[in-house]
C-alpha cells in the first residue's frame, strides 16, 4: 500500500495492485489485482485512519522509499508478501494463537458484517469476490443461533 493509495480525509484506502516476486527482477508492484473486482477503494474505520494519520507523521517525506505506507523493515521499500505472513504467523504464535492466519481476518470481516446485517454483495465488494454467493458460502459464518425462524413460526402454530 502506498500513500497514494490512502485517502484519510476521506477515510479510504484504494486496492490497486498488488506485489509479485519475480524470479529474475526481485519484488514489483502490479499495476493491477488478481481479477477486477479486486480492484476497489475501502471504508477504514475511523481507528484505522487515525493510525495512519500517524504513521503519516512519523514519516520520513523526503525518503524516495516513504510512498510505501508499511515499508520493508530493513530495507524500506516493497515488503515481500511471503516474509510479512512469516512476521504474522510468529506475531500470533506470540499472542498465543497459534491456530490463527491472515486468512482468518477475511473471514471474519466477512462473518463481522453478516451478523451486522450487511449484505453477501457488500461483504464481497469488501473483500474483492466477483460473486457475492463465494462470500456467502465460504467466509461468512454458519450455524448461527438466531435464524428468525422462531419469530416467523411463532404465529403460525398458536397451542
Not at 485512519?49 to 514519516?59: F, H
Not at 511471503?82 to 497459534?98: I, V
Not at 453478516?114 to 461483504?123: L, P
Amino acid at each position: 500500500m502506498q500513500w497514494a493509495d490512502v485517502g484519510l480525509d476521506e477515510g479510504t484506502v484504494e486496492v490497486r495492485g498488488t506485489v509479485l516476486r519475480l524470479r529474475a527482477g526481485g519484488l514489483v508492484v502490479k499495476p493491477s489485482p488478481k481479477s477486477a473486482a479486486g480492484r476497489r477503494i475501502l471504508e477504514l474505520p475511523s481507528w484505522a485512519v487515525i493510525m495512519l494519520r500517524r504513521r503519516q507523521a512519523e514519516d520520513v517525506g523526503e525518503n524516495e522509499l516513504a510512498c510505501q505506507v508499511f515499508p520493508a523493515p530493513v530495507a524500506g521499500g516493497i515488503r515481500d508478501p511471503s516474509n510479512t505472513l512469516k512476521m504474522m504467523r510468529q506475531a500470533f504464535k506470540r499472542a498465543g494463537f497459534n491456530e490463527v492466519t491472515s486468512h482468518c481476518f477475511r473471514k471474519t470481516v466477512a462473518t463481522l458484517m453478516d451478523e451486522a446485517g450487511v449484505s453477501a454483495r457488500s461483504a464481497a465488494d469488501q473483500l474483492g469476490h466477483a460473486k457475492p454467493s463465494l462470500t456467502a458460502d465460504i467466509y461468512m459464518g454458519r450455524k448461527k443461533r438466531a435464524t428468525g425462524a422462531a419469530e416467523v413460526l411463532e404465529g403460525a402454530f398458536q397451542p
